[in-house]
Each structure stands twice: as structure tokens, then as C-alpha cells.
């Protein structure tokens, strides 16, 4: 089976918080821990917890962005 990601791209597990002992933390590879599952530490969930708030991963939606100025243009008053 081939891997569908770029070759420069990150690696990344397709894990959830469900996820069974014995898998790979998605930061960085390691083996993950029980008390940070699914990560292998505190800091791979931090940067995680990082690249969330930064706008890294972001969530595709049908929506455009927002108008400049905070208006809705689909509004009227």
C-alpha cells in the first residue's frame, strides 16, 4: 500500500483520544504513554495543543471568510 502523503511531509498517525496502547505518538513517532495518550509526553501534546491554536489544522467548511470590519454582507439592515 502506498503512503498518499507528500515525501517532505510530516508523519501523523490516524489515531484518536480512544486509541489503544502500543501506538505512535502523532508528533513524533515515539511509542505513546497511557497518561498522555495519544501522545508520548506532555510537550508532544503542547505542541499539538500549539499548532491547534496557531491555525495550523484547520477544519475545511463551506463558509467564506468574514468580511473585513466585522459585517456580514449577507445582512441587511
Known amino acids: 500500500?502506498?503512503?498518499p502523503q507528500s515525501p517532505g511531509a510530516?508523519?501523523?498517525s490516524h489515531?484518536?483520544?480512544g486509541a489503544k496502547a502500543g501506538t505512535?505518538?502523532?508528533i513524533c513517532g515515539r511509542p505513546s504513554?497511557?497518561?498522555t495518550r495519544p501522545f508520548c509526553s506532555k510537550r508532544c501534546a503542547d505542541v499539538?495543543?500549539?499548532r491547534w491554536l496557531g491555525g495550523v489544522?484547520?477544519?475545511e467548511s463551506p463558509e467564506p471568510?468574514?468580511?473585513p470590519g466585522g459585517s456580514d454582507p449577507d445582512e441587511e439592515a
Do not use: F, K, V, W
Open 33 to 35: 504513554e497511557p497518561a
Open 65 to 67: 471568510p468574514a468580511a
Open 48 to 50: 499539538d495543543l500549539s
Open 57 to 59: 489544522y484547520r477544519i
Open 24 to 26: 505512535n505518538c502523532p
Open 15 to 17: 489515531t484518536h483520544a
Open 10 to 12: 510530516p508523519q501523523r
Open 1 to 3: 500500500m502506498s503512503n
